[in-house]
């Protein structure tokens, strides 16, 4: 994205922030670009990007629609709609709760799914770790966990 002016000449301010955004966007898109791929020649086509990232938000155990919501940013209809999907396909299933409660967890072969995808992201780390060293790597998340801690105490995210 251009950082020194739109179509209508009116100028943009240089940011950091903004290319530390993009980057780890970028980043993102690409390590779960890899890892559908991988994934796809192991037997799971339908573990594409879109499905890595929503399989992906959820907890190991017991999972609430609307707590996946909440962590992702989306509706509780959109939730219900990829768990019915993917209880279809075997990863996912449903069980009664407390009260309306729905229980969500993996299934076998959703855990498996999930275990080959870590095993897949650590033979990434290797790939990384021939072209970097694994401290830099390391520093790189502790500064992006510096930065995000940073952010959650400003005063813009309390408001204050």
């Known amino acids: 994205m251009s950082t020194r002016f739109t179509r209508r000449g009116t100028p943009l301010v240089e940011s ?15 390590f779960v670009e890899l890892l559908a791929s991988q994934l796809a020649q192991r037997g799971y086509r339908e573990a ?14 017991d999972n ?3 707590e996946i919501a909440r962590r992702i940013g989306v509706s509780r209809q959109f939730v219900a709609r990829e768990v019915r999907r993917f209880c279809a396909l ?17 299934t076998d072969r959703g855990e498996q799914l999930m275990a080959d995808a870590r095993s ?37 995210e309390t408001g204050k």
Not at 48 to 61: K, M, Q, V, W
Not at 139 to 152: E, G, N, S
């Open 64 to 66: 609430h629609a609307a």
């Open 90 to 106: 075997g990863y996912l299933q449903q069980r009664p709760g407390h009260g309306k409660q729905i229980i969500i967890s993996f």
């Open 16 to 30: 950091q922030s903004l290319a530390l955004v993009q980057t780890a966007r970028n980043l993102s898109d690409r």
């Open 120 to 156: 897949l992201l650590a033979q990434i780390d290797d790939l990384i770790a021939t072209g970097t060293s694994t401290s830099c790597v390391q520093d790189c998340v502790d500064l992006m966990q510096q930065i995000d801690t940073a952010l959650r105490q400003s005063s813009w």
């Open 48 to 61: 594409t990007p879109a499905a890595l990232n929503f399989l992906g938000a959820l907890e190991c155990g």
